[in-house]
């Protein structure tokens, strides 16, 4: 059986229900795992820390299966200010989208840029890979066809409509600066701002827009110059290239909403770095940014609610995952399972050399993505294993952080049972096999990049 058809298989299986069965597999593991426990100690900077040396095994404590709604409840309300904060950040963009100021932009982009083409996907790569920074890939599938006629109206092909949407919409998450289902959650556990240790992940940022930014051009001006090179010739396109009339036009009203949104991605970025604002003041940052640009764009107050009651509902299943994954590390924990996982990991990876450390943590998230493909889901399953490991073998957290943004972010774009990767192909026409004809080769590109980069955090000891 090939790796895609265990992959539809799976598919099949729905994601809650795969981290159900982690949390009852973590109830049963109680009974199986010898409880341990680890001695604290504070260390040179005054900070609690695990002692590498004081482990020990401790009477076992083990939970019962029928307490498993119990954890669950738990796990929801564990994760209340971060569910409630997703709903504001989905609301507040819902708000920005409905305005129409983003359809006016790719308007501009094809008037200005038809001599120019290339300009065009450099222009539409920095943009939307700088509006992801503090927003989920998610909220960009309603411009798929825009960004696919804009495509198709330049000369090139689906595929180059699909590379740029689904790449440059998900840089800012992969990258994790300002991103809440990883970098958020994480950081949180272990005490540290909510997107500390943003500046090294801007330039791993910048890095991988440059180098995705060549890929595409590459491909797409090889598709302009000779149709016949399409990984999708002969493919009927799901939209014809039509007029950019059809596009709103862009008013001083809708440049006035793209600074508002400018400048709430930048007060976003001040307030988290500079006066470590949590999860309140993020909610609060986007949905004032909606308000304001919804005000600016002439949009009533029942048309504001509709927004964001709308842009509320597609993530009603990440929160309610949230809730769910925190229960496993809440069962591993109450069981004390969790240290003696811990300390066997631990003494596995004492035994790598210390350059690939980094790099074993990014392959085992990239793994463990396939199986729970939400990355809040993940960092709440591997984080509470991950950031004890860290300390034990002298890797700083923000690396272990990294770890688990390159692993959950990267391979979402190859995993074919990942919900928005197939939502951006079904908009653009594009099928998976088309699709990793032209991935692949980027994703070993990115790959080969993302273990560099955790070298490099591992040797500069980012922190």
């Not at 076992?60 to 569910?83: D, E, H, R």
Request: glycine share 8%; charged share 10%; hydrophobic share 55%.
């Amino acid at each position: 059986m090939s790796a895609r058809s265990i992959a539809k298989k799976f598919s099949h299986i729905h994601e809650y229900l795969v981290v159900i069965a982690m949390l009852l597999l973590a109830c049963i593991l109680t009974y199986v795992i010898p409880a341990g426990k680890y001695a604290t100690m504070v260390n040179a900077a005054g900070a609690k820390v695990v002692d590498p040396n004081g482990f020990s095994l401790i009477p076992n404590t083990p939970i019962n299966p029928i307490y498993m709604l119990n954890l669950i409840y738990k796990g929801f309300v564990k994760q209340a200010s971060l569910i409630f904060t997703m709903f504001f950040i989905a609301g507040g963009v819902q708000m920005i989208i409905d305005t129409d100021s983003v359809h006016a932009l790719m308007r501009v982009l094809v008037t200005r840029f038809t001599q120019t083409p290339r300009l065009a996907i450099v222009v539409m790569m920095v943009a939307f890979g700088l509006m992801s920074v503090p927003i989920q890939m998610n909220y960009f599938i309603p411009f798929s066809t825009v960004v696919l006629m804009l495509c198709l109206m330049l000369g090139y092909d689906a595929v180059t409509a699909a590379a740029v949407i689904i790449t440059a919409s998900s840089f800012g998450s992969t990258c994790g600066m300002l991103n809440i289902s990883t970098t958020a959650i994480a950081n949180e556990m272990v005490g540290l701002p909510l997107y500390h240790g943003m500046g090294f992940r801007w330039i791993g940022f910048v890095c991988m827009i440059v180098i995705t930014t060549w890929a595409i051009c590459r491909y797409a001006e090889t598709v302009r110059r000779d149709p016949s090179k399409s990984y999708c010739y002969g493919i009927k396109n799901v939209i014809e290239p039509g007029d950019p009339a059809t596009l709103p036009v862009m008013s001083a009203r809708h440049v006035v909403c793209l600074t508002v949104l400018a400048l709430g991605v930048v007060a976003l970025i001040i307030g988290c770095s500079k006066y470590n604002w949590s999860f309140e003041g993020t909610a609060v940052c986007f949905l004032l940014t909606g308000i304001i640009a919804s005000v600016i764009g002439r949009r009533n107050a029942n048309q504001m609610c509709a927004s964001f009651v709308a842009g509320a509902k597609p993530i009603l299943g990440a929160c309610i995952m949230i809730g769910i994954a925190r229960s496993v590390a809440l069962a591993m924990d109450a069981g004390h399972i969790l240290d003696t996982i811990v300390y066997y990991i631990s003494m596995v990876l004492n035994y790598a050399p210390a350059i690939i450390q980094g790099p074993i943590m990014f392959w085992a998230h990239t793994i463990i993505n396939f199986f729970v493909t939400s990355g809040s889901g993940q960092a709440n399953v591997t984080m509470p294993i991950f950031f004890p490991v860290a300390d034990l073998i002298g890797m700083s957290k923000e690396t272990a952080v990294l770890a688990l943004n390159y692993g959950d972010g990267l391979s979402n774009y190859i995993y074919p049972h990942s919900s928005s990767l197939m939502a951006f192909l079904a908009a653009c026409g594009v099928g998976y096999g088309t699709w990793m004809k032209f991935m692949g080769r980027l994703f070993g590109l990115w790959f080969i990049f993302a273990n560099l980069f955790m070298m490099l955090a591992v040797i500069v000891g980012y922190c």
